[in-house]
């Protein structure tokens, strides 16, 4: 593994880490909004539980969707196919994957999409 790829790896493992800690915390507070539901009677209470409980939902899609994107990167670089755009199987520049590691079209490809 070259020395860049696994400085790669090294940010997308941190990421892991961080992410899967936030999602922990989302579960939580998910779980508490969830079993507060019962005892929330009051109709101002209700309508505020509710907005809290979407943002926590939307929070919840979010933070999963960047970690399933970091597991693909991260099995792109075991498999030895990272860097390669999927559509097209060129080489993503690297000032792409330097933003944004667990990009997974090139340039051309994302500005078509
Ligand atoms: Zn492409």
Do not use: W
Not at 91 to 105: N, S, W
């Amino acid at each position: 593994m070259s020395d860049n790829l696994s400085e790669i790896k090294k940010k997308l493992l941190k990421e892991k880490e961080e992410i899967e800690l936030v999602l922990k915390e989302l579960q939580t507070k998910n779980t508490v909004l969830n079993e507060s539901e019962e005892i929330t009677s009051e109709v101002s209470d209700a309508a505020e539980h509710y907005e809290e409980k979407d943002l926590a939902f939307s929070q919840t899609e979010f933070v999963k969707k960047r970690l399933e994107q970091i597991d693909n990167a991260l099995d792109r670089i075991e498999k030895g196919i990272y860097g390669v755009c999927l559509k097209c199987q060129k080489q993503i520049e690297p000032a792409r994957l330097q933003i944004d590691p667990t990009i997974e079209t090139c340039r051309f490809c994302s500005s078509k999409s």
